[in-house]
Protein backbone atom coordinates (compact mmCIF):
# COMPACT_ATOMS: atom_id res chain seq x y z
CA UNK A 1 0.00 0.00 0.00
CA UNK A 2 1.19 3.35 -0.80
CA UNK A 3 2.59 5.41 1.85
CA UNK A 4 0.74 8.45 3.13
CA UNK A 5 2.03 11.81 1.41
CA UNK A 6 3.17 12.65 5.00
CA UNK A 7 5.28 9.82 5.45
CA UNK A 8 6.96 9.89 2.15
CA UNK A 9 8.33 13.81 2.86
CA UNK A 10 10.63 15.91 4.79
CA UNK A 11 9.56 18.68 6.36
CA UNK A 12 10.98 21.88 7.13
CA UNK A 13 10.03 24.30 10.13
CA UNK A 14 9.13 28.12 9.68
CA UNK A 15 9.86 30.47 12.54
CA UNK A 16 8.08 33.50 10.59
CA UNK A 17 9.44 36.26 12.54
CA UNK A 18 13.33 34.87 12.02
CA UNK A 19 12.99 34.05 8.57
CA UNK A 20 13.09 36.97 6.10
CA UNK A 21 11.58 40.45 6.24
CA UNK A 22 10.61 41.98 2.98
CA UNK A 23 9.36 45.72 4.35
CA UNK A 24 12.66 46.71 5.98
CA UNK A 25 10.61 46.37 9.86
CA UNK A 26 12.79 44.56 11.53
CA UNK A 27 10.36 41.63 11.81
CA UNK A 28 10.30 38.66 9.39
CA UNK A 29 6.98 38.44 7.37
CA UNK A 30 4.63 36.17 4.98
CA UNK A 31 6.09 37.94 1.71
CA UNK A 32 9.56 37.63 3.10
CA UNK A 33 8.94 33.52 3.15
CA UNK A 34 7.46 34.09 -0.48
CA UNK A 35 10.33 35.81 -1.26
CA UNK A 36 12.32 32.39 -0.71
CA UNK A 37 10.22 29.83 -2.16
CA UNK A 38 12.72 28.83 -5.00
CA UNK A 39 15.07 28.52 -2.16
CA UNK A 40 12.86 26.37 -0.11
CA UNK A 41 12.38 23.92 -3.19
CA UNK A 42 15.45 23.66 -3.78
CA UNK A 43 16.10 21.70 -0.97
CA UNK A 44 13.92 18.68 -2.14
CA UNK A 45 11.73 19.57 1.23
CA UNK A 46 7.55 18.56 0.61
CA UNK A 47 5.78 20.20 3.48
CA UNK A 48 6.36 23.51 5.61
CA UNK A 49 5.25 23.55 9.54
CA UNK A 50 4.69 27.59 9.52
CA UNK A 51 4.91 28.21 13.75
CA UNK A 52 1.71 30.55 14.41
CA UNK A 53 1.07 33.90 12.13
CA UNK A 54 -2.22 34.91 13.56
CA UNK A 55 -2.88 38.15 15.38
CA UNK A 56 -1.40 38.48 18.70
CA UNK A 57 -0.02 40.78 21.36
CA UNK A 58 3.31 38.58 21.02
CA UNK A 59 3.83 37.88 24.76
CA UNK A 60 4.99 34.56 23.50
CA UNK A 61 5.59 35.32 19.78
CA UNK A 62 2.46 34.39 18.46
CA UNK A 63 1.70 31.68 20.55
CA UNK A 64 -0.95 33.89 22.46
CA UNK A 65 -3.24 34.27 20.12
CA UNK A 66 -5.97 37.31 20.03
CA UNK A 67 -7.74 36.33 16.58
CA UNK A 68 -7.12 32.87 15.26
CA UNK A 69 -8.38 33.96 11.51
CA UNK A 70 -6.44 37.24 11.33
CA UNK A 71 -3.54 37.40 9.99
CA UNK A 72 -0.37 38.99 12.52
CA UNK A 73 -0.10 42.60 10.78
CA UNK A 74 3.51 42.27 11.60
CA UNK A 75 3.35 39.38 9.02
CA UNK A 76 1.33 40.65 6.24
CA UNK A 77 -1.87 40.07 5.11
CA UNK A 78 -4.44 37.19 4.43
CA UNK A 79 -3.54 38.19 0.34
CA UNK A 80 -0.12 37.49 1.20
CA UNK A 81 -0.78 34.35 3.40
CA UNK A 82 -2.77 32.76 0.36
CA UNK A 83 0.47 33.83 -2.38
CA UNK A 84 2.37 32.01 0.39
CA UNK A 85 0.40 29.15 0.19
CA UNK A 86 -0.48 29.33 -3.82
CA UNK A 87 3.53 29.53 -4.26
CA UNK A 88 4.10 26.46 -1.92
CA UNK A 89 1.79 24.50 -3.70
CA UNK A 90 3.13 25.43 -6.84
CA UNK A 91 6.39 23.94 -6.33
CA UNK A 92 4.78 20.82 -4.82
CA UNK A 93 5.42 21.47 -1.31
CA UNK A 94 2.55 21.43 1.25
CA UNK A 95 1.41 24.11 4.08
CA UNK A 96 0.93 22.87 7.63
CA UNK A 97 -0.36 25.86 10.06
CA UNK A 98 0.17 25.87 14.22
CA UNK A 99 -3.00 25.15 15.75
CA UNK A 100 -2.46 26.50 19.39
CA UNK A 101 -5.97 25.79 20.95
CA UNK A 102 -4.75 24.56 24.76
CA UNK A 103 -4.69 28.70 25.61
CA UNK A 104 -5.67 31.68 23.84
CA UNK A 105 -4.16 35.37 24.26
CA UNK A 106 -6.02 36.88 27.06
CA UNK A 107 -6.79 39.78 24.36
CA UNK A 108 -8.98 37.07 22.11
CA UNK A 109 -12.35 38.47 22.45
CA UNK A 110 -13.65 35.03 23.76
CA UNK A 111 -11.59 35.49 27.46
CA UNK A 112 -12.41 39.47 27.56
CA UNK A 113 -15.95 38.33 27.29
CA UNK A 114 -15.43 35.20 30.00
CA UNK A 115 -13.54 37.38 32.52
CA UNK A 116 -16.77 40.04 32.28
CA UNK A 117 -19.29 38.40 35.00
CA UNK A 118 -19.42 34.61 36.25
CA UNK A 119 -22.80 33.98 34.26
CA UNK A 120 -20.95 35.27 31.08
CA UNK A 121 -21.68 33.72 28.58
CA UNK A 122 -18.29 32.38 27.82
CA UNK A 123 -17.33 31.79 31.54
CA UNK A 124 -16.82 27.95 30.94
CA UNK A 125 -14.67 28.58 27.85
CA UNK A 126 -11.85 29.04 30.34
CA UNK A 127 -10.96 27.89 33.52
CA UNK A 128 -11.53 29.71 36.66
CA UNK A 129 -11.69 28.71 40.12
CA UNK A 130 -12.47 30.25 43.51
CA UNK A 131 -9.77 31.62 45.66
CA UNK A 132 -7.91 29.42 48.38
CA UNK A 133 -9.11 30.25 51.53
CA UNK A 134 -6.35 32.18 52.57
CA UNK A 135 -7.28 34.27 49.41
CA UNK A 136 -4.26 32.74 47.53
CA UNK A 137 -4.06 30.79 44.23
CA UNK A 138 -6.73 27.63 44.11
CA UNK A 139 -3.66 25.14 43.89
CA UNK A 140 0.15 25.22 43.77
CA UNK A 141 0.60 24.60 40.16
CA UNK A 142 3.33 26.76 38.74
CA UNK A 143 3.62 27.81 35.05
CA UNK A 144 6.01 26.62 33.03
CA UNK A 145 7.58 30.20 32.10
CA UNK A 146 7.80 30.61 35.98
CA UNK A 147 5.71 31.93 38.61
CA UNK A 148 1.94 30.37 39.83
CA UNK A 149 -0.03 28.92 36.92
CA UNK A 150 -3.25 31.19 38.22
CA UNK A 151 -3.91 34.53 38.08
CA UNK A 152 -6.35 36.70 40.50
CA UNK A 153 -8.90 38.54 38.20
CA UNK A 154 -10.50 41.36 40.65
CA UNK A 155 -12.99 42.20 38.00
CA UNK A 156 -14.88 39.15 39.33
CA UNK A 157 -12.70 38.07 42.56
CA UNK A 158 -11.70 34.42 40.68
CA UNK A 159 -8.17 33.12 39.47
CA UNK A 160 -8.06 32.02 35.66
CA UNK A 161 -5.70 29.01 34.71
CA UNK A 162 -2.78 29.96 32.81
CA UNK A 163 -0.10 27.17 32.29
CA UNK A 164 1.82 29.40 30.36
CA UNK A 165 2.10 33.24 31.11
CA UNK A 166 -0.70 34.96 32.80
CA UNK A 167 -1.66 36.44 29.15
CA UNK A 168 -2.44 32.93 27.41
CA UNK A 169 -5.40 31.67 29.61
CA UNK A 170 -6.07 28.25 29.19
CA UNK A 171 -9.25 27.07 27.21
CA UNK A 172 -11.86 24.87 28.86
CA UNK A 173 -12.44 21.97 26.21
CA UNK A 174 -15.11 20.75 28.57
CA UNK A 175 -16.96 23.33 27.08
CA UNK A 176 -18.98 22.00 24.22
CA UNK A 177 -19.25 25.24 23.02
CA UNK A 178 -16.31 26.25 22.79
CA UNK A 179 -15.09 22.99 20.74
CA UNK A 180 -17.67 23.68 18.18
CA UNK A 181 -16.53 26.75 17.82
CA UNK A 182 -12.89 25.78 17.79
CA UNK A 183 -13.48 23.09 15.04
CA UNK A 184 -15.28 25.24 12.87
CA UNK A 185 -12.77 27.81 13.03
CA UNK A 186 -10.29 24.74 11.98
CA UNK A 187 -12.43 23.76 9.21
CA UNK A 188 -12.65 27.24 7.53
CA UNK A 189 -8.93 26.85 7.45
CA UNK A 190 -9.31 23.56 5.94
CA UNK A 191 -11.49 25.21 3.27
CA UNK A 192 -8.74 27.40 2.98
CA UNK A 193 -6.34 25.26 1.53
CA UNK A 194 -3.95 24.25 4.27
CA UNK A 195 -2.63 20.91 4.38
CA UNK A 196 -2.36 19.99 7.94
CA UNK A 197 -1.68 21.30 11.44
CA UNK A 198 1.01 21.33 14.25
CA UNK A 199 -0.93 20.86 17.33
CA UNK A 200 0.71 22.77 20.33
CA UNK A 201 0.62 21.23 23.46
CA UNK A 202 -1.75 19.21 22.01
CA UNK A 203 -1.81 16.69 25.61
CA UNK A 204 -2.32 19.50 27.73
CA UNK A 205 -6.04 19.90 26.76
CA UNK A 206 -7.74 17.45 28.71
CA UNK A 207 -7.60 19.00 32.59
CA UNK A 208 -8.12 16.89 35.71
CA UNK A 209 -11.23 17.05 37.29
CA UNK A 210 -11.14 19.33 40.74
CA UNK A 211 -8.12 22.21 40.67
CA UNK A 212 -9.96 23.21 43.74
CA UNK A 213 -8.93 24.58 46.54
CA UNK A 214 -5.88 23.03 47.95
CA UNK A 215 -5.86 20.16 45.27
CA UNK A 216 -2.46 19.98 44.88
CA UNK A 217 -1.77 16.07 44.51
CA UNK A 218 0.67 15.22 41.65
CA UNK A 219 1.25 19.34 40.34
CA UNK A 220 1.15 20.07 36.76
CA UNK A 221 2.23 16.86 35.42
CA UNK A 222 -1.74 16.15 36.04
CA UNK A 223 -2.81 18.09 33.08
CA UNK A 224 -0.60 15.64 30.69
CA UNK A 225 -2.24 12.84 28.53
CA UNK A 226 -5.83 13.56 30.80
CA UNK A 227 -8.12 10.92 30.44
CA UNK A 228 -10.71 12.76 28.24
CA UNK A 229 -7.75 13.72 25.52
CA UNK A 230 -8.43 10.75 23.22
CA UNK A 231 -12.35 11.97 23.34
CA UNK A 232 -11.69 15.50 22.26
CA UNK A 233 -8.90 14.46 19.61
CA UNK A 234 -11.30 11.67 18.14
CA UNK A 235 -14.19 14.50 18.15
CA UNK A 236 -12.00 16.16 16.74
CA UNK A 237 -11.06 14.23 13.64
CA UNK A 238 -14.28 13.60 12.99
CA UNK A 239 -15.31 16.87 12.81
CA UNK A 240 -12.14 18.76 10.75
CA UNK A 241 -10.02 15.57 9.43
CA UNK A 242 -13.05 13.41 8.05
CA UNK A 243 -12.58 12.39 4.34
CA UNK A 244 -9.54 14.75 3.55
CA UNK A 245 -5.83 13.47 3.70
CA UNK A 246 -4.74 16.93 6.01
CA UNK A 247 -1.74 15.81 8.66
CA UNK A 248 -1.92 16.37 12.39
CA UNK A 249 1.01 16.61 14.25
CA UNK A 250 0.67 16.77 18.17
CA UNK A 251 3.09 18.56 20.25
CA UNK A 252 3.28 16.49 23.21
CA UNK A 253 5.78 16.86 25.95
CA UNK A 254 5.66 14.31 28.56
CA UNK A 255 3.68 11.42 26.37
CA UNK A 256 4.77 8.01 27.36
CA UNK A 257 6.17 6.11 24.05
CA UNK A 258 3.22 3.17 24.85
CA UNK A 259 0.20 5.83 24.54
CA UNK A 260 2.15 7.37 21.23
CA UNK A 261 2.26 4.59 19.61
CA UNK A 262 -1.80 4.16 20.17
CA UNK A 263 -2.78 7.46 19.36
CA UNK A 264 -1.07 7.51 16.30
CA UNK A 265 -1.38 3.95 15.12
CA UNK A 266 -2.56 4.04 11.74
CA UNK A 267 -5.27 1.70 11.70
CA UNK A 268 -7.70 4.23 14.00
CA UNK A 269 -5.19 7.03 14.00
CA UNK A 270 -5.82 10.01 16.62
CA UNK A 271 -2.99 11.84 15.76
CA UNK A 272 -0.87 11.19 12.43
CA UNK A 273 2.60 11.73 14.56
CA UNK A 274 3.79 13.22 17.14
CA UNK A 275 6.83 15.18 19.03
CA UNK A 276 8.09 13.42 21.98
CA UNK A 277 10.59 15.40 24.13
CA UNK A 278 12.88 12.74 25.81
CA UNK A 279 15.88 13.45 23.73
CA UNK A 280 15.51 16.91 24.26
CA UNK A 281 15.20 16.68 28.08
CA UNK A 282 18.43 14.74 28.37
CA UNK A 283 20.38 17.44 29.36
CA UNK A 284 18.53 17.80 32.44
CA UNK A 285 18.20 15.70 35.67
CA UNK A 286 14.67 14.12 36.36
CA UNK A 287 13.49 16.86 38.36
CA UNK A 288 15.81 19.65 38.18
CA UNK A 289 15.29 22.67 35.92
CA UNK A 290 16.04 23.06 32.62
CA UNK A 291 19.05 25.35 33.15
CA UNK A 292 20.79 23.01 35.00
CA UNK A 293 22.63 21.18 32.43
CA UNK A 294 23.87 17.87 32.17
CA UNK A 295 26.37 16.51 29.62
CA UNK A 296 24.52 15.48 26.77
CA UNK A 297 25.97 11.96 25.76
CA UNK A 298 25.64 10.14 22.37
CA UNK A 299 24.78 6.65 24.26
CA UNK A 300 21.35 8.46 26.16
CA UNK A 301 20.65 9.81 22.74
CA UNK A 302 20.81 6.66 20.81
CA UNK A 303 19.17 4.82 23.27
CA UNK A 304 15.90 7.22 23.49
CA UNK A 305 15.67 7.19 20.14
CA UNK A 306 16.38 3.92 19.71
CA UNK A 307 13.74 3.05 22.14
CA UNK A 308 11.34 5.17 20.03
CA UNK A 309 12.59 3.80 16.66
CA UNK A 310 11.98 0.10 17.96
CA UNK A 311 8.65 1.06 19.95
CA UNK A 312 6.64 2.51 17.45
CA UNK A 313 6.45 -0.38 15.49
CA UNK A 314 4.57 -1.87 13.68
CA UNK A 315 1.60 0.87 13.72
CA UNK A 316 2.95 4.19 15.31
CA UNK A 317 4.88 6.61 13.40
CA UNK A 318 7.80 8.97 14.76
CA UNK A 319 8.70 13.25 14.04
CA UNK A 320 11.87 13.34 13.88
CA UNK A 321 13.42 16.63 15.44
CA UNK A 322 17.12 17.92 16.59
CA UNK A 323 15.64 21.48 17.19
CA UNK A 324 13.51 23.52 16.57
CA UNK A 325 12.12 27.38 17.79
CA UNK A 326 12.20 25.96 21.35
CA UNK A 327 15.55 24.00 21.52
CA UNK A 328 19.23 25.09 21.25
CA UNK A 329 21.17 24.86 17.88
CA UNK A 330 21.71 20.76 17.12
CA UNK A 331 25.20 21.58 16.53
CA UNK A 332 25.92 23.16 19.66
CA UNK A 333 24.05 20.65 21.58
CA UNK A 334 24.79 17.24 20.05
CA UNK A 335 27.76 18.24 17.85
CA UNK A 336 31.01 20.35 17.97
CA UNK A 337 30.26 23.95 17.01
CA UNK A 338 33.63 24.34 16.75
CA UNK A 339 36.06 23.14 15.39
CA UNK A 340 34.13 20.41 13.72
CA UNK A 341 31.31 22.27 13.19
CA UNK A 342 30.53 21.50 9.43
CA UNK A 343 31.57 17.62 10.13
CA UNK A 344 28.97 17.68 13.07
CA UNK A 345 26.31 19.76 11.61
CA UNK A 346 26.42 17.16 8.79
CA UNK A 347 26.18 13.66 10.84
CA UNK A 348 23.71 15.63 12.66
CA UNK A 349 21.41 16.23 9.47
CA UNK A 350 22.68 12.56 8.53
CA UNK A 351 20.85 11.39 11.75
CA UNK A 352 18.04 13.34 11.15
CA UNK A 353 16.99 11.83 7.64
CA UNK A 354 17.80 8.83 7.70
CA UNK A 355 15.82 6.93 10.87
CA UNK A 356 12.54 6.25 10.72
CA UNK A 357 9.59 8.89 10.48
CA UNK A 358 9.18 12.35 9.05
CA UNK A 359 12.10 14.68 9.05
CA UNK A 360 11.41 18.48 10.37
CA UNK A 361 14.29 20.41 9.68
CA UNK A 362 14.49 23.66 11.76
CA UNK A 363 15.39 26.40 9.82
CA UNK A 364 18.60 27.10 9.67
CA UNK A 365 20.19 23.43 10.93
CA UNK A 366 20.97 22.94 6.75
CA UNK A 367 23.45 25.66 6.85
CA UNK A 368 24.80 24.61 10.57
CA UNK A 369 24.00 27.51 12.10
CA UNK A 370 24.78 27.51 16.02
CA UNK A 371 23.48 29.23 19.34
CA UNK A 372 24.14 32.96 20.21
CA UNK A 373 26.76 33.75 23.17
CA UNK A 374 24.74 37.41 23.88
CA UNK A 375 26.59 39.06 26.05
CA UNK A 376 24.19 40.83 27.96
CA UNK A 377 20.60 39.72 29.29
CA UNK A 378 18.94 42.57 27.72
CA UNK A 379 19.58 41.24 23.79
CA UNK A 380 17.12 38.10 25.17
CA UNK A 381 13.44 38.58 23.97
CA UNK A 382 11.91 35.51 25.19
CA UNK A 383 9.44 35.46 27.69
CA UNK A 384 10.88 31.77 29.39
CA UNK A 385 14.31 33.07 29.21
CA UNK A 386 13.83 36.80 30.58
CA UNK A 387 11.47 34.77 33.44
CA UNK A 388 14.28 32.43 34.03
CA UNK A 389 16.92 35.66 34.46
CA UNK A 390 14.51 36.80 37.15
CA UNK A 391 14.32 33.21 38.96
CA UNK A 392 18.19 32.83 38.52
CA UNK A 393 19.35 35.76 39.53
CA UNK A 394 16.51 36.28 42.36
CA UNK A 395 15.17 33.27 44.38
CA UNK A 396 18.48 30.91 43.25
CA UNK A 397 20.56 33.61 44.11
CA UNK A 398 23.31 33.33 40.96
CA UNK A 399 25.97 36.16 39.88
CA UNK A 400 25.14 37.55 36.70
CA UNK A 401 27.87 35.65 35.02
CA UNK A 402 26.58 32.32 36.09
CA UNK A 403 23.02 33.04 35.26
CA UNK A 404 23.84 34.11 31.81
CA UNK A 405 26.41 30.74 30.97
CA UNK A 406 23.11 28.98 31.89
CA UNK A 407 21.03 31.21 29.40
CA UNK A 408 23.46 31.12 26.74
CA UNK A 409 23.05 26.93 26.75
CA UNK A 410 19.55 26.96 27.13
CA UNK A 411 17.91 30.01 25.63
CA UNK A 412 15.10 29.44 23.30
CA UNK A 413 16.51 32.66 21.50
CA UNK A 414 19.29 30.01 20.47
CA UNK A 415 17.21 29.45 17.65
CA UNK A 416 15.01 32.54 17.04
CA UNK A 417 17.85 34.35 15.62
CA UNK A 418 17.49 35.76 12.08
CA UNK A 419 17.97 33.55 9.84
CA UNK A 420 21.62 33.85 8.08
CA UNK A 421 21.42 34.75 4.05
CA UNK A 422 24.32 36.50 3.49
CA UNK A 423 27.24 38.62 4.90
CA UNK A 424 25.51 41.70 4.07
CA UNK A 425 24.36 43.55 7.30
CA UNK A 426 21.48 42.40 9.67
CA UNK A 427 22.49 38.93 7.81
CA UNK A 428 20.46 39.64 5.06
CA UNK A 429 17.85 39.04 6.78
CA UNK A 430 16.20 42.66 7.02
CA UNK A 431 17.25 46.40 5.81
CA UNK A 432 16.77 47.27 9.42
CA UNK A 433 18.18 46.19 12.93
CA UNK A 434 16.28 42.96 13.68
CA UNK A 435 13.87 42.42 16.63
CA UNK A 436 16.59 39.82 17.79
CA UNK A 437 20.25 40.66 17.43
CA UNK A 438 21.78 38.35 14.52
CA UNK A 439 24.06 35.61 16.02
CA UNK A 440 27.36 37.59 15.10
CA UNK A 441 28.97 34.22 13.10
CA UNK A 442 26.64 34.75 10.22
CA UNK A 443 29.81 36.61 8.39
CA UNK A 444 31.14 33.46 8.29
CA UNK A 445 27.75 31.22 8.08
CA UNK A 446 24.98 31.89 5.69
CA UNK A 447 23.26 30.76 2.63
CA UNK A 448 24.96 32.62 0.45
CA UNK A 449 28.54 31.49 1.30
CA UNK A 450 27.07 27.77 1.66
CA UNK A 451 25.58 27.94 -1.86
CA UNK A 452 29.13 28.77 -3.37
CA UNK A 453 30.96 25.49 -1.14
CA UNK A 454 29.92 22.69 -2.72
CA UNK A 455 31.13 20.82 0.47
CA UNK A 456 28.69 23.19 2.90
CA UNK A 457 25.86 21.86 5.12
CA UNK A 458 23.62 22.98 2.67
CA UNK A 459 24.57 20.90 -0.30
CA UNK A 460 25.10 17.73 1.69
CA UNK A 461 21.37 18.10 2.93
CA UNK A 462 20.26 18.70 -0.55
CA UNK A 463 22.60 15.47 -1.31
CA UNK A 464 21.25 13.42 1.51
CA UNK A 465 17.26 14.54 1.02
CA UNK A 466 17.49 13.48 -2.63
CA UNK A 467 18.87 10.21 -1.19
CA UNK A 468 16.24 9.30 1.35
CA UNK A 469 13.65 10.04 -1.21
CA UNK A 470 15.35 8.24 -4.10
CA UNK A 471 15.86 5.15 -1.18
CA UNK A 472 12.57 3.12 0.27
CA UNK A 473 14.46 1.76 2.54
CA UNK A 474 15.63 4.89 3.97
CA UNK A 475 11.97 6.14 3.69
CA UNK A 476 9.88 3.53 5.14
CA UNK A 477 12.44 0.59 6.27
CA UNK A 478 12.75 -1.15 9.71
CA UNK A 479 15.03 0.32 12.59
CA UNK A 480 17.64 -2.14 13.66
CA UNK A 481 20.71 -0.88 15.85
CA UNK A 482 23.45 -2.80 15.29
CA UNK A 483 25.72 -2.36 18.50
CA UNK A 484 23.98 -0.87 21.64
CA UNK A 485 27.03 -0.33 23.23
CA UNK A 486 29.81 1.40 21.15
CA UNK A 487 30.98 4.76 22.94
CA UNK A 488 31.60 6.64 19.98
CA UNK A 489 29.85 5.14 17.09
CA UNK A 490 25.90 4.84 16.26
CA UNK A 491 25.54 2.04 13.82
CA UNK A 492 22.41 0.99 12.45
CA UNK A 493 20.61 -0.87 9.45
CA UNK A 494 16.87 0.16 7.72
CA UNK A 495 15.76 -2.65 5.85
CA UNK A 496 12.63 -3.44 3.73
CA UNK A 497 11.62 -5.69 1.15
CA UNK A 498 13.23 -3.47 -1.28
CA UNK A 499 16.45 -3.07 -0.27
CA UNK A 500 18.90 -2.23 3.29
CA UNK A 501 20.76 0.70 3.68
CA UNK A 502 23.39 0.90 6.99
CA UNK A 503 24.15 4.55 8.36
CA UNK A 504 27.52 4.41 10.40
CA UNK A 505 27.60 7.64 12.53
CA UNK A 506 31.05 8.87 14.30
CA UNK A 507 29.95 11.17 17.38
CA UNK A 508 33.51 11.84 18.41
CA UNK A 509 36.52 13.22 17.23
CA UNK A 510 38.93 11.03 17.07
CA UNK A 511 39.23 7.85 14.00
CA UNK A 512 37.45 5.34 14.69
CA UNK A 513 37.53 1.44 13.20
CA UNK A 514 34.79 0.27 11.13
CA UNK A 515 33.59 -2.85 12.01
CA UNK A 516 34.48 -5.04 8.97
CA UNK A 517 31.23 -6.37 8.19
CA UNK A 518 30.23 -2.39 7.70
CA UNK A 519 34.01 -1.66 5.76
CA UNK A 520 33.01 -4.08 3.07
CA UNK A 521 29.90 -2.07 1.68
CA UNK A 522 29.64 0.13 -0.86
CA UNK A 523 29.67 4.08 0.05
CA UNK A 524 26.27 5.67 -0.58
CA UNK A 525 26.88 9.39 0.37
CA UNK A 526 29.76 10.53 3.18
CA UNK A 527 30.32 14.10 4.73
CA UNK A 528 34.25 13.39 4.55
CA UNK A 529 36.42 13.98 1.37
CA UNK A 530 38.58 10.61 1.74
CA UNK A 531 36.68 8.53 3.31
CA UNK A 532 39.06 5.37 4.20
CA UNK A 533 37.52 1.65 3.87
CA UNK A 534 38.04 0.64 7.83
CA UNK A 535 37.88 3.80 9.35
CA UNK A 536 35.32 6.31 10.11
CA UNK A 537 37.02 10.00 10.59
CA UNK A 538 36.15 12.17 12.97
CA UNK A 539 32.07 13.15 12.88
CA UNK A 540 32.12 11.24 9.96
CA UNK A 541 28.33 10.23 8.79
CA UNK A 542 28.57 7.18 6.14
CA UNK A 543 25.32 5.92 4.21
CA UNK A 544 25.85 2.29 2.85
CA UNK A 545 24.32 0.19 0.40
CA UNK A 546 23.29 -1.86 -1.23
CA UNK A 547 20.44 0.70 -1.66
C1 LIG B 1 5.04 25.09 22.61
C2 LIG B 1 5.54 26.10 21.62
O1 LIG B 1 6.37 25.46 20.69
C3 LIG B 1 6.24 27.17 22.42
O2 LIG B 1 6.99 28.05 21.62
C4 LIG B 1 5.21 27.88 23.26
O3 LIG B 1 5.86 28.81 24.12
C5 LIG B 1 4.40 26.91 24.11
N1 LIG B 1 4.03 25.72 23.43
C6 LIG B 1 3.14 27.57 24.58
O4 LIG B 1 2.28 27.79 23.50
Sequence with gaps: MDQPWWKRCVAYQIYPRSFCDSNGDGVGDLRGITSK?????????????????YASPNDDNGYDISDYEAIQPDFGTLEDWIALRDGLHARGIRLVMDLVANHSSDEHAWFVESRTAK????????????????????????????????????????????????????LNWESTAFRTELFAMMRRWVALGIDGFRMDVINLIAKPDGLGAGDNEGGMDRALNGPRMRDYLAEMRREVFAGTDLVTIGETPGMPLELAREITDERAPLLDMQFHFEHVDLDHAPGASKWDSTPMTMPALRATLS?????????????????????????????????????????????????????????????????????????????????????LTGTRGLDAASALAMIRKKSRDNARTPMQWSAAPNAG???????????????????????????????????????RQGTPALRSGRYRLLDAEHPALWLYERTSEMGRCVVALNFSDTTQPLPPALAELPCLLTNHHNPAADTLAAWEARNLGPA
Design 429 to 467: FSAAAPWIAPNPDYTGHNVAAAEADPDSVLHYTRRLIAL
Design 119 to 170: DSGKRDWYIWRPPAADGGPPNDWQSVFGGPAWEYDAATGEYYLHLFSKKQPD
Design 37 to 53: LDYLASLGIGMVWLCPV
Design 307 to 391: RWQDGMEPHGWNSLYLGNHDQPRAVSRYGDDGRYRRESATLLMTLLLTLKGTPFIYQGDEIGMANVAFDSITDYRDIETLNAWLW
